[in-house]
């Protein structure tokens, strides 16, 4: 849904669930997600949005300005992640008992097929690595749980 104006603000998505107030959200990358009432129409729903407007373009802006080490990651070696409040190295490897190992201050990562490795990217840019975050990635990249959307 497209509302034009002065400024044309795009909502990327409307979820519907059972609540009683609108809220808007803009993701990382300044997409605009509303979660609505199931009975809110979608003209009240343009208005919350027109009404916000300026907010809207605030985060925006704000989301762009942020420090380029939240940038999309490439997996490269020497590439530095956050992990424990701390930056430390990636040093890519051949073969290893585990996908993903965390010693001596770096991350060593398995070279593994393409799309295994995406679906490790995608994990990577959605949430922060914890020591839980870590186990279970390895724990997914064994199995072979990963795939691939779009």
Same mark, same amino acid.
């Given at each position: 849904?497209?509302? @034009? /104006?002065? &400024?044309?603000?795009k909502?990327? +998505? ?10 808007l959200?803009? &993701? $990382? ?5 509303? +979660?609505a ?6 003209? &009240?729903?343009?208005?919350v =949005?027109?009404?916000?407007? $300026? ?6 802006k ?5 420090d ?6 490439e997996f490269? @070696? /020497? ?5 424990? /409040?701390?930056?430390? %190295? ?10 993903l =190992? ?10 593994l097929?393409?799309? +295994?490795? %995406?679906?490790?990217?995608q994990? =990577?840019?959605?949430? %922060?690595?914890?020591? %839980?975050?870590?186990?279970?990635? @390895?724990?997914m990249?064994?199995r072979g749980?990963l795939?691939?959307?779009g």
């Amino acid at each position: 849904m497209e509302i @034009n /104006g002065e &400024t044309a603000i795009k909502i990327e +998505r409307i979820i519907r669930t059972k609540r009683k107030t609108i809220a808007l959200q803009i &993701t $990382d990358d300044t997409t605009l997600i509303v +979660r609505a009432p199931f009975e809110v129409s979608e003209q &009240t729903i343009r208005n919350v =949005v027109i009404r916000h407007v $300026d907010w809207i373009e605030k985060k925006k802006k704000e989301i762009l300005s942020r420090d380029p080490k939240f940038v999309k990651k490439e997996f490269v @070696n /020497g590439e530095g992640f956050l992990y424990l /409040g701390k930056y430390y %190295r990636l040093t890519i490897v051949d073969k290893q008992d585990e996908p993903l =190992v965390f010693n001596n201050g770096f991350f060593f990562f398995e070279r593994l097929s393409t799309n +295994r490795t %995406r679906g490790v990217h995608q994990l =990577v840019q959605k949430k %922060r690595l914890t020591k %839980r975050s870590l186990k279970g990635l @390895n724990g997914m990249l064994k199995r072979g749980d990963l795939s691939i959307q779009g």
